[in-house]
Every structure is written in C-alpha cells, then in structure tokens.
C-alpha cells in the first residue's frame, strides 16, 4: 500500500491482489486505501515549473504531532517527510472537522522533481535554501521557494483553518500578557499579536515578545537621541519628537505596571501571612521578616529587587545601607551583641553600598532607621504576659545608644562612623496586638496617638522618633498607598 500510495493518489493504480497460495485468501491492495481520505489535488507554478499536490488526511492516532509534506518522484515517495509548521508555524494544531481531530499528508509531484531525484533515491539534488548553493544556475529552484509557494496555497486551501489558529494564538498571547503587563502596549497591537508564531510555550513567548519590546525601544530612544543631537527644532520636529515620547510614556507605564503587579502580589502575601492557619498557628516573626528583607544579609550582597523595604516607606528603599539581624559590630567595630532586626542609614559613603541615591560624602551619618519586629498574633512585649508596665521604648532605644555612646565607632572596612546627638534618628516597633492597658500605660509615659491609629513619641534631647504600629495598621496604609496605581494599572 505504501509503496504504491503516489500511483493511487494520481489515479493510475491498476488493480492489484495479493493471494496467499496456502490459505487462498486474498487481499486487494486498493481496498487498503478506502480509510484515506483523499482531501485534494491541486496545481501550482514556480518558474515555469509545474507542481501538483496531494492532500490526505487521516485522524490523529498515537502521539503524531504534525503535518508532514512528502516529496515524490517518479511514483515513489522520497526521504522522509518534513513537518509544515516549521514551513509555516499555523499548520501547528492539528485540523479539528466534527470535534475530531486530523492530521494532513502532503504530497508533492513534479518532472521537476523527477529529474532531480538521486539514482539512489534517497534525495534530490536541490539546495534547501535559495541563497545557499554556491553555483546555482539561473532557473534553478531550492526546496525554500517551492516550500513558501506550497504554504500560501495551503492557507488559501485551509483558510477557515488559518483564522481559527491565529484568533486562538492572538487569544493565547493576550492571555500570557495579562499575565504579564510589561507587554501591555502590545495587546492592542495586531500586527504583533499575529507576527508571533503559534504553539509555543511561555518561555518562548517571552523571549519573543522581549525582543520585540526591547528593539522597538531602542528605536525610539535612538530617534530621541537623534532629536537631541541635531537640535533641529521646528514644527515638524517637535510634533514627531512629541509622537516618539509618547511611545516610550507607553513602555515605561507597561514596565510600571509590571512593577506594580508584583507589588500587589507581595502585599496579598503580607495579608495571607497575618492570618492563622488551620491549627490556630501564625507565621513566625521570621517570615515577616523574611518578606520585607531576608536576614543575615546586607544590600551588598543582594539586588534592589531581592528586598521589599517599601512595605515600611518608600524612602527606605533607596538608603545606602541595610543590615539584618547582625550584631552591630558586624557593621561597626564596636563592641555589641545587640541585634536590631532592621538598622539604616543613608549616608552612601559609610558602608560603601552601592545602592545609593544621596551626595553624602563624610563618615557623618545623615539619619539612622531601625525596625523591630513581633511575631503575628502575640502581643508586643517580650515580658510575662502579664505584665503591662513596661515602655515600648525600650526595645529600640538601646540600639541607638549603642552607636551613640562609644568612643571609637568604625565599620567592618574601619571607616569612622559618627551618630550625634542631633543626627535624625527613626526607631520603628511592629506589632501585631496592643493591649488596652499597655497603651494606656505608654499614654502616660509620653507616647500619643496619630490620626492613623498607631502611637508616637519624640524624645528631643537625642532627635529620636519612635512609632508603634500594628502590622494591620501597616498593610492597610500600604494598601491605601498603592490603591491609586492599582485601580489604574488593573481596573480591566
């Protein structure tokens, strides 16, 4: 059946039978043939070249992925087939006809092909690509441009196909964008949604649409630039330099709201971590901890992304230095076990952190900020339970009073470190519960309440700052911070 397929497709098999002499059964071969569903046969021109085509299509069975197109000479089949979809990626689902799905065979005759076919018959001495062969005569034809002719006939034969394929690829790659708003700008974008090729997995779609993303930003900022250089300015230039800022406006908002969603994403983690889980148990202090800024490092040994210090204040996440959970003299050569869980400054040239946004050049630090956590869903003292007589203060003050207080202050590389008095000094304590009769004991000991809930006390002798707050009271005005982004970026 196989070797007499091209005779059949052509109509000129003649009957065959197959009679076994032992048993006289008999099998005629063109019976074989009754469960191949002879699609098609079609002429196309290349060159002055005559090419016919057949098409049979068969149901999907096993683990066939592809379409597959056949060269053929004189009547037999050469080589072994060769997938469509890396002719053209549409043909890369398989064709669905009453919920069934199929598979096409393509196969290709020509005198053409006749003529080039090896005596071996295992090849044709055709180059692949138009431009690869060397000494390639005039007329002569590669397996690329017969290939390019035989897709554009196969899409205008199978055209309800090659819609459904690119409405379902466009789908798919919207769908990958809503996940991933860095691409957003692109979703209204047709000409892109249909130049990216079916079928392919995330990893791939990425890389496409990163390629695409980063080279039309190029352009527009190479076009900007050139507007800068020249300093042409007139009525034209400005509305086509207006048209490029605009451009780029939309990239930036699309890496913006990238940005934002993963935000979002933290702050739903945040939220998810102050619940109980089925036990009754909470999250440790650790883990809240953990999210914000991993401990026992320093921002010198991880990138801006790997901390997410904005939870506590945007200004936080631009300071010079971060420590975590280290004795102070692991960042100063003073002599001190005391571990703050979070201690700041912002004065770039102290600790030599390459996260820096400030002109700071002395060894004075400009501010100093320490955070201290409490576990969810314990109250916020490390006393006996029963105990409210105690002053929030302290569990931060000591810290402060550590580098305050010393004669020889240095850091880990031996550069002086210097805290006055008068340096802005920021303590921080976040909770997750305040007893009544704690707060109203901290009331009379010079704490006061904010119009956010959360308590505050100055002490001006020192210029220190201390604020208590719930981790409640915390997300929310995270919360609140980001909801204008939010309803923006993700209203749809």
């Given at each position: ?469 719930t981790f409640e009271q915390l997300i929310r005005a995270v919360e609140k911070r980001h909801a204008p982004f939010f ?6």
């Open positions: 059946m196989e070797h007499c397929l091209v005779y059949y497709l052509c109509n000129e098999l003649p009957r065959i039978e197959v009679i076994d002499l032992a048993s006289k059964q008999v099998q005629v071969v063109n019976e074989l043939f009754s469960n191949l569903s002879k699609e098609r046969e079609k002429d196309f021109l290349i060159l002055n070249y005559n090419f016919k085509y057949y098409i049979t299509k068969t149901v999907k069975s096993n683990n066939r992925k592809n379409h597959y197109i056949h060269y053929c000479a004189n009547s037999r089949v050469v080589g072994s087939g060769k997938s469509i979809a890396k002719i053209n990626s549409i043909f890369a689902y398989p064709i669905i006809e009453n919920s069934t799905a199929n598979f096409l065979d393509i196969y290709v005759v020509s005198d053409y092909l006749n003529k080039r076919v090896f005596s071996a018959r295992n090849g044709f001495d055709i180059p692949q690509d138009k431009d690869s062969h060397l000494f390639k005569l005039v007329g002569e034809l590669s397996f690329e441009e017969i290939e390019v002719a035989l897709a554009k006939q196969l899409e205008s034969e199978y055209d309800s196909f090659v819609k459904e394929t690119q409405n379902r690829n466009i789908q798919e790659v919207k769908e990958y964008i809503h996940k991933n708003p860095r691409y957003k700008r692109f979703a209204s974008r047709l000409d892109i949604l249909k130049s990216i090729p079916p079928n392919l997995n995330d990893d791939k779609k990425e890389e496409f649409l990163h390629k695409l993303a980063y080279n039309e930003r190029k352009a527009i900022d190479a076009k900007i630039q050139k507007f800068i250089d020249q300093k042409d300015i007139s009525e034209v230039t400005i509305r086509e330099i207006k048209d490029e800022l605009i451009e780029k406006t939309l990239y930036d908002t699309d890496s913006l709201a990238d940005y934002m969603l993963r935000r979002k994403a933290i702050i739903d983690i945040f939220l998810k971590y102050l619940e109980a889980d089925k036990q009754g148990k909470y999250k440790l202090e650790e883990d809240i901890h953990n999210l914000i800024f991993p401990r026992g490092v320093s921002l010198d040994k991880i990138d801006y992304e790997s901390h997410n210090l904005w939870i506590l204040d945007e200004r936080f996440a631009t300071y010079s230095f971060v420590d975590s959970d280290k004795p102070i003299t692991s960042v100063s050569q003073k002599k001190s076990n005391k571990e703050p869980d979070l201690l700041m400054t912002n004065t770039p040239n102290i600790f030599d952190n390459p996260i820096s946004f400030s002109s700071d050049a002395s060894g004075e630090l400009s501010s100093m900020v320490i955070f201290e956590f409490k576990r969810p869903g314990e109250t916020a003292h490390q006393k006996a339970k029963s105990n409210m007589r105690w002053e929030f203060s302290e569990l931060i003050e000591k810290y402060f009073d550590d580098f305050m207080y010393a004669d020889d202050k240095k850091n880990y590389k031996g550069r002086q470190v210097i805290l006055h008095k008068d340096t802005p000094k920021f303590g921080y304590i976040v909770v997750d519960v305040i007893p009544p009769r704690l707060k109203e004991y901290n009331l009379t000991k010079g704490f006061k309440l904010t119009p956010f809930g959360t308590l505050y006390k100055i002490n001006p002798e020192v210029n220190l700052h201390l604020e208590v707050i309803d923006k970026l993700f209203s749809s």
